[in-house]
Structures are given as C-alpha cells and as structure tokens.
C-alpha cells in the first residue's frame, strides 16, 4: 500500500531542491518549463492552486528512476524497457 504522503504535489521549496539533482534537471526541465508557461498563460487564476500545474512526487521519482536506468552502465537494457513501458501506455 502506498504512503498517503508520497501522492501529493511537489511543494515550491521542495521543487527547487529538485531542479538541483542533475539527473531531474536533464529529464524534467523541459516539462518543468513548459508548466511554468502553461501556468503563466492562465493569468490572474493561475495564483489558486487548483488552477495550477504541478510536479507530483510519484511524477518526479519515475522521472528520476527512468534516466538514472537509462544511464547506468551495470543494468541491462531489458531492465530498462520495462521503465519506457510505463512511458508508452500513457
């Protein structure tokens, strides 16, 4: 069973701590700057939260996951695929 905790929205402080771990920045910084624009485009309403678009936790840790199987010399590409699956079927 999954940690209520761990399914929420990154929080701000949170989200900028994360853009410093180099392997969210080189998968997660094109996404992180185009919810940057989409919420900037929304105007006045985007300042209520519900409005917004965020990062999730979950969203974030499969992000990090993926690149760092991708990138790991000792893991096979096997290992790897079963990563992008979850990719594909969104």
Wanted: aromatic content about 8%; charged content about 20%; some cysteine.
């Amino acid at each position: 069973m999954s940690d209520p905790n761990s399914l929420r929205f990154v929080h701000d402080d949170e989200e900028q701590q994360l853009m410093q771990i180099h392997l969210l920045t080189d998968c997660s910084g094109p996404n992180h700057t185009q919810l940057l624009a989409w919420n900037e485009a929304q105007g006045n309403v985007a300042y209520m939260a519900a409005n917004r678009r965020r990062m999730t936790k979950i969203g974030t840790f499969h992000a990090y996951a993926l690149v760092y199987l991708q990138r790991h010399v000792d893991i096979s590409s096997g290992i790897q695929r079963i990563g992008e699956w979850g990719r594909e079927q969104r």
